[in-house]
């Protein structure tokens, strides 16, 4: 058997290394198909984790589950002022198609396709400047020296949109609160809402 020779040790060495190099195509392939749109650009670091809180086994409920942020929670419960009489209604914003009934009318007559809750508050004996009004996502107050209204709102609404008005000659309030769907809400009336 005679000795390999120049020629065919650089044709040996070309074959290895082109099977060296498939081998590292082949890997960067699969590292490649098994990425995942999290991939993409830099790497964040995890989310710290929160240590476990102690549950007190004899708790009724969990400190997380009783908000004190709330406003109604801080309505002292032995307050005597009258409540006033209110009116709530759900408001819908239409068109003149809507109104004359077009068959490609999308509105209906429920809550659903309502845009917004008017309050009207009738507090006879009330000045303006002593009405002070405090509105949540999910709750509202009036109070005035003779009047408390505490109400818990059906519906999500945007307190930074709405608008309040005040009545002198009726001595009323009226608030009106834009009503706010989550992303999961859908209903037919919300097809033309241009949000």
């Known amino acids: 058997m005679a000795g390999l020779g120049g020629f065919e040790l ?4 070309t ?13 960067e392939q699969q590292r ?3 990425m995942g749109p999290g991939d993409i650009g830099p790497k964040k670091p995890a989310a710290p984790v929160k240590p476990e809180k102690k549950v007190d086994p004899n708790a009724i409920w969990d400190e997380d589950e009783v908000d004190e942020a709330h406003i109604l929670n801080k309505v002292d419960k032995a307050d005597k002022r009258a409540r006033p009489k209110y009116d709530m209604r759900y408001r819908q ?5 809507d109104a004359l009934g077009a068959p490609w009318s ?3 007559n429920s809550s659903m396709s309502c845009r917004e809750i008017v309050i009207k508050v ?30 818990s709102l059906s519906e999500d609404v945007d307190p930074d949109k709405g608008s309040a008005k005040w009545d002198s000659d009726k001595e009323q309030l009226e608030v009106v609160l834009p009503i706010v769907r989550g992303d999961m809400f859908a209903h037919y009336s919300m097809l ?4």
Do not use: H, W
């Open 10 to 13: 650089e044709a040996l060495s």
């Open 15 to 27: 074959m290895l290394q082109e099977s060296s190099e498939k081998q590292d195509e082949a890997e």
């Open 32 to 34: 490649v198909a098994a």
């Open 93 to 97: 914003k239409i068109n003149t198609d």
């Open 106 to 108: 999308v509105q209906d």
């Open 122 to 151: 009738d507090m006879p004996g009330t000045k303006f400047s002593t009405v002070k009004l405090d509105v949540t996502r999910k709750e509202f107050l009036v109070q005035a020296p003779k009047y408390l209204l505490p109400l």
């Open 192 to 195: 033309d809402d241009p949000k």
